[in-house]
């Protein structure tokens, strides 16, 4: 700790130097503090990550097309479907009985929430259906590709 020691005539003048060793003290102790907490932190389960893979969909006529829109509207084509209990009901009677069973896909508009699409894909679970797919528009193609 740095002291100055001055005559006696200078009591009076106001001293004008910080004292910065408070300053380092705190500072080293939040390092400190931030080097061990650090690695606890970033600490995860190693798990290999599914790389990105853009498959062009195969449509067949006996494929099931869901829409779902951004007021959380569900079209069976251009249908509508009131409820839904009446989409799990129709979905038991015209595809889960079916050998193969065909898959279903969802078109959720962008705009709608996960919410909506979530009640499609219950809705799927519960009627039994093994494949549900979702459609997306293609990403723009860049000058380079």
Known sequence: MAMTV???DRDDEVMA??????LVDVMLVLLIIFLITIPVIVQ????E???ERNVPTQTKPE????SVTKEGDVYW?????PSQDALVK??????SNLDPQPEVHIRGDK???YEFVGKVVVACQRAGIAKVGFITEPPPKTAGN
């Open 6 to 8: 001055e005559s006696d």
């Open 17 to 22: 130097a910080i004292n910065t060793t408070p």
């Open 44 to 47: 995860t389960a190693q798990v």
């Open 49 to 51: 990550l599914p790389k």
């Open 63 to 66: 494929n099931v097309v869901l």
């Open 77 to 81: 084509g251009a249908e509508k479907i």
């Open 90 to 95: 129709r979905l038991i009677d015209k595809v």
């Open 111 to 113: 705009e709608g929430r």
